[in-house]
């Protein structure tokens, strides 16, 4: 289900690149889970072919297999158990429940197989052209009721950084993504561009994974939290203050989602830097507000708010204070390796082009130790504390992007197309070379009898089925 062919096709959703733009031209199977022997030619191949590129053959399987990958990723979202968590916001408060929703989009096209760039515990740093799906439930989740959330939000790090350097998703696979981006919600298709969805609840999955707009603190309602706290004027004030900061982070946070596809490593990196400054943000606005709510209530009150978080906890084995520690950062070994090898045989740089490399190698070595440091070594006790640890490792991970970017702009930049298409195919390149050592690693942490079951779709919609039973 893989989508080669020309340049462009008509009434497609918008594609942004950096710099001069790669040639994304000439028939076959583009990205590829095979071989990938001379793509740089075949990129470039019709580098001549004539304006009406839209009527050859290329072109029409093109927009073939554009319906077909549509399909997959609108199976994804209509599948009963990942439509039922994305319609029922109570459920995804649960991180395992997000988990397995964006296990289920990220892999689309790779029919629930896991993909190199799947965080520990399970979840997604990129589902598409998305990054940071569900950032608003990661970060009030874990700033509220504490380290049985810590993993949805520090699982984060260096790895999403590596997996918008060498992105695995090839131009086939984000086409199937691009008609359910928010700025194509609303747009008029022609027959021709059917991949998209013509059911607007369709496109509406992404847009879900890029942020809430609403009112409820951490998933519970105002209304909950004043029965069980029986708050006073003051605190009923500050209640209020902080259920509209809630709602105003959360809409700055989808906001930032990209409305459209981000095709080459300096337009992802953009794109991560625009979701990171804006969750920044979110949690500057939610911080003053939840210190004085929390701090007006008396010791009696913060043991009913903290039965509340209770209920709101996934069932999950008992954790120890450091549990922090242990998931942040953590990559599966081997998988972030810097693709030295591959970049001088898919790349070819020149000497002159080779300093650039090696000072993007020093940028991304230098911003892994960065987040590898600001791990946390222990859970903070309140939310307010943990708001602030969440801002922080933000913060750091919003200068290890920018440490990143600026090599790798100028690296970039210094390639010819041909070379920019090779640099950009190394990503979906490396996800036939690495799927063999994800299973084996995999199978670590998989009981023998599931294993056999890891791929089949019928398992996702269980293990989701049986998460959202908790929350009901």
Request: glycine share 8%.
């Amino acid at each position: 289900m893989r989508m080669g062919g020309g340049r462009s096709f008509s009434a497609r959703p918008s594609y942004s690149r950096s710099f001069s733009r790669p040639s994304f031209r000439g028939g076959g199977r583009a990205y590829a889970h095979r071989g990938y022997a001379g793509r740089g030619a075949r990129l470039n191949a019709t580098r001549g072919a004539p304006r009406n590129f839209a009527n050859t053959s290329a072109a029409r399987t093109r927009a073939a297999n554009a319906t077909t990958n549509s399909r997959a990723v609108r199976n994804a979202l209509n599948t009963r158990s990942v439509n039922r968590a994305l319609n029922n916001s109570r459920s995804l408060h649960n991180p395992a429940t997000r988990a397995l929703v964006t296990s289920r989009v990220a892999t689309a096209g790779w029919h629930g197989r896991n993909g190199w760039w799947r965080h520990r515990h399970g979840g997604y740093g990129w589902v598409g052209p998305v990054f940071w799906p569900f950032a608003f439930y990661d970060i009030y989740g874990y700033s509220l009721w504490g380290y049985d959330y810590d993993a949805a939000f520090w699982d984060y790090g260096y790895p999403d950084i590596y997996a918008g350097l060498f992105a695995p998703y090839g131009y086939d696979d984000l086409a199937g993504y691009g008609g359910y981006l928010p700025g194509n919600a609303g747009r008029n298709r022609t027959a021709r561009d059917s991949y998209a969805s013509a059911n607007s609840n369709d496109r509406s999955g992404l847009t879900q994974m890029c942020g809430e707009d609403s009112r409820d603190i951490a998933g519970l309602p105002i209304d909950a939290i004043q029965k069980a706290l029986q708050p006073d004027d003051a605190q009923r004030a500050a209640l209020d203050d902080l259920a509209n900061a809630s709602l105003k982070a959360g809409q700055d946070i989808k906001a930032a989602c990209p409305t459209d596809i981000a095709l080459t490593a300096p337009r992802r990196l953009a794109v991560m830097q625009q979701r990171i400054e804006a969750m920044i943000g979110a949690a500057k606005t939610v911080q003053p507000p939840l210190e004085k709510f929390y701090g007006l209530l008396s010791d009696e009150q913060k043991a009913k708010f903290n039965a509340l978080a209770a209920r709101q906890r996934p069932a999950r084995a008992a954790q120890t204070a450091s549990t922090a520690q242990a998931s942040c950062d953590v990559s599966q070994p081997g998988l972030t390796d810097w693709p030295g090898t591959m970049i001088d045989q898919s790349v070819k740089p020149t000497d002159d082009q080779r300093k650039g490399l090696e000072a993007l190698q020093s940028a991304a070595a230098k911003a892994s130790d960065m987040l590898k440091s600001s791990c946390q070594t222990e859970n903070a006790n309140t939310p307010s504390a943990r708001l602030a640890s969440v801002g922080k490792r933000l913060d750091t991970m919003l200068q290890a992007v920018k440490t990143v970017r600026t090599p790798l702009d100028s690296f970039y930049g210094s390639l010819n197309d041909e070379q920019k298409a090779s640099f950009d195919a190394i990503g979906p390149k490396r996800v036939s070379a690495t799927n063999g050592i994800t299973t084996a690693q995999n199978d670590d942490d998989t009981p023998r009898r599931a294993r056999g079951r890891r791929h089949h779709y019928g398992n996702v919609d269980y293990m989701i089925r049986r998460m959202m039973l908790f929350v009901r």
